[in-house]
C-alpha cells in the first residue's frame, strides 16, 4: 500500500530563517506531488505541483520554491521567512485522486 | 476558471440530526468533484468523489453528495450526525482526465455536532 510522509509535523522559525520541509511517499513510482498551505481560517491553496523529477510549477509567486530530487522526495523550502509564511502545509500525492499527507504545522514568529 | 463555493463556514448540528454541507461549483463543462474531510491538525481524506457515473455518490462513514448539473451543486448530506463527524469538510473541483490533476478547493466548512 501506498503512504506518505512528511517532516516536520510542527516547526517555529524566527522571521528570516531558512525552511526546508520534507515530504515523501511510498509504494508508488512515478507520482504527480503538490504543495499546499492552508493558512488559519481560509481553504487550501496549491503552491507547487511536479510531474516528474526536477519538473516544478509553480501556481503561485512567493517567498518559497519547491524540488523534487528523487521520484518519490518533494522538499519545499525558503532562503528567508515572512511573518505570513506560517500555516500548515500539506503535501499529497495522485493516483485517481489525491491523497494528502498528515502535514507540518509553522509558525514564523 | 473553476471555483467553489462552500455556504457557511460553520454549520452546527445535534447528534442525530441530518447533516447538509452545501457547495455549488463554476466549471464551463462538467467536472469531477470531491469532498475531503479534515479532522484538526491532520491531512485531508477522501469522503467521496464523483466522476460521472451515478449523480447520487455514497462515501465513507455514513456521507453522500448528489451531483445536481441544473443546481452547479454537490452537497454534502448525512442522515444522522455523530459526534466523531465534527471535523472540517472541503469541497473541491477538477478538469476531467487522467493527466496532471489541479484541485481547487472551496474555504471548508466546519462542522460542529453537539450532544
Known amino acids: 500500500s501506498q503512504t506518505i510522509h512528511q517532516w516536520p509535523a510542527t516547526l517555529v522559525q524566527p522571521v528570516g530563517s531558512p525552511l526546508s520541509l520534507e515530504c515523501t511517499v511510498e509504494?508508488?513510482?512515478?507520482?504527480?506531488l503538490y504543495w499546499y498551505r492552508q493558512a488559519a481560517g481560509r481553504g487550501l491553496q496549491l503552491l507547487f505541483y511536479?510531474?516528474?523529477?526536477?519538473?516544478i510549477s509553480s501556481e503561485v509567486p512567493q517567498n518559497l520554491s519547491a524540488s523534487r530530487p528523487q521520484d518519490r522526495q518533494f522538499i519545499l523550502s525558503s532562503k528567508k521567512l515572512l511573518l505570513s509564511d506560517s500555516g500548515f502545509y500539506l503535501c499529497?500525492?495522485?493516483?485517481?485522486?489525491?491523497?494528502f499527507g498528515p502535514g507540518t504545522r509553522l509558525t514564523v514568529l | 476558471a473553476q471555483s467553489v463555493t462552500q455556504l457557511g463556514s460553520h454549520v452546527s448540528v445535534s447528534e442525530g440530526a441530518l447533516v447538509l454541507l452545501r457547495c455549488n461549483y463554476s466549471?464551463?463543462?462538467?467536472?469531477?468533484l470531491f469532498w475531503y474531510v479534515q479532522y484538526p491538525n491532520q491531512g485531508l481524506q477522501l469522503l467521496l468523489k464523483?466522476?460521472?457515473?451515478?449523480?447520487l455518490v455514497k462515501g465513507i462513514n455514513g456521507f453522500e453528495a448528489e451531483f445536481k448539473k441544473s443546481e452547479t451543486s454537490f452537497h454534502l448530506t448525512k442522515p444522522s450526525a455523530h459526534m466523531s463527524d465534527a471535523a472540517e469538510y472541503f469541497c473541491?473541483?477538477?478538469?476531467?482526465?487522467?493527466?496532471?490533476?489541479?484541485?481547487?478547493f472551496g474555504t471548508g466548512t466546519r462542522l460542529l455536532v453537539s450532544p
Open positions: 499529497a500525492w495522485r493516483r485517481n485522486e489525491q491523497f
Open positions: 509504494g508508488t513510482s512515478n507520482p504527480n
Open positions: 511536479s510531474v516528474g523529477i526536477g519538473q
Open positions: 466549471s464551463s463543462v462538467p467536472p469531477y
Open positions: 464523483y466522476t460521472s457515473a451515478a449523480t
Open positions: 473541491a473541483v477538477s478538469d476531467r482526465g487522467t493527466g496532471f490533476q489541479k484541485l481547487v
